[in-house]
């Protein structure tokens, strides 16, 4: 890695998972031989989904230990279910602090927060910065099945979010999806940090398995591979907001 432990002034790259399916072998298989040879050098961040209720912690234990080895770790709260991730209701950042405060018991601390079908407010922000951890729900994109007024944060680069008390939260957004890499590789990136996702769940399917594979190849080539902890060491953003009486 280039530059650990200094201010990263390059233009960069990092790419995360959002792991939805940790218990399905197949695509957990895949997810891990991902992550062990990833086109484009890229240290793959595995955003978890915590085990629901009946769901067989133990083995979701053993794989968190596993992608943590291979890539940052991070945690992706599902607020309703396993397959519905944006919340229904509740308190949506007493969630995050009781997964959050479960992987520290479990020594499982996560660095980075992506939240579920990409909702975010002042209150998770608030539970995410307590958790130690940089965020990245925020988005460069709007997303399509979102209504106009639904909880999102939209950003293009890293930025300071302003909590209040003087806490703030490092925002590194999530940039491009599978779709927008393959764009991507027609025409020049923009930004100082492209940030790609995928979902494991991509990894079932022929096609976007290749085109997954191929946009993060030439991304590697076009960018200097980093990773979501290398840049939360090194990366200073030169944006700031005010989060703290903004509704996302
Ligand atoms: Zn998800």
């Not at 997303?143 to 806490?167: K, V």
């Not at 999530?174 to 590789?185: K, P, V, W």
Request: glycine fraction near 8%; charged fraction near 25%; hydrophobic fraction near 40%.
């Amino acid at each position: 890695m280039p530059h650990t432990g200094h201010i990263l002034h390059g233009r960069y790259a990092v790419v995360s998972c959002h792991v939805e399916r940790p218990l399905d072998d197949e695509v957990w298989r895949r997810f891990t031989a991902l992550q062990e040879r990833p086109p484009g050098g890229f240290a793959i961040a595995a955003l978890m989904r915590p085990p629901a209720e009946d769901e067989d912690r133990e083995l979701w234990l053993e794989r968190a230990r596993e992608a943590r080895e291979l890539g940052p770790f991070g945690l992706h709260t599902h607020w309703t279910a396993p397959d519905h991730a944006r919340p229904t209701g509740g308190d949506p950042a007493a969630l995050v602090r009781e997964q959050g405060a479960w992987l520290r018991s479990v020594d499982l601390q996560p660095t980075v927060f992506c939240g579920g079908g990409w909702y975010f407010d002042r209150d998770v922000a608030a539970a995410v910065a307590e958790l130690g951890c940089a965020d990245c729900t925020a988005t460069a994109f709007r997303p399509h099945y979102l209504a106009a007024d639904a909880p999102h944060l939209q950003l293009a680069e890293p930025t300071w979010l302003e909590l209040g008390d003087g806490r703030r939260l490092l925002e590194l957004p999530t940039t491009h999806s599978i779709g927008m890499l393959a764009r991507g590789m027609l025409a020049p990136y923009r930004r100082q940090v492209v940030h790609a996702y995928f979902h494991d769940t991509d990894l079932l399917d022929r096609v976007r398995s290749s085109a997954l594979r191929a946009g993060l190849g030439f991304l590697g080539l076009k960018r200097t591979p980093s990773d979501l902890d290398e840049l939360q060491r090194g990366f200073r953003p030169e944006k700031t907001m005010s989060f703290a009486n903004s509704r996302a």
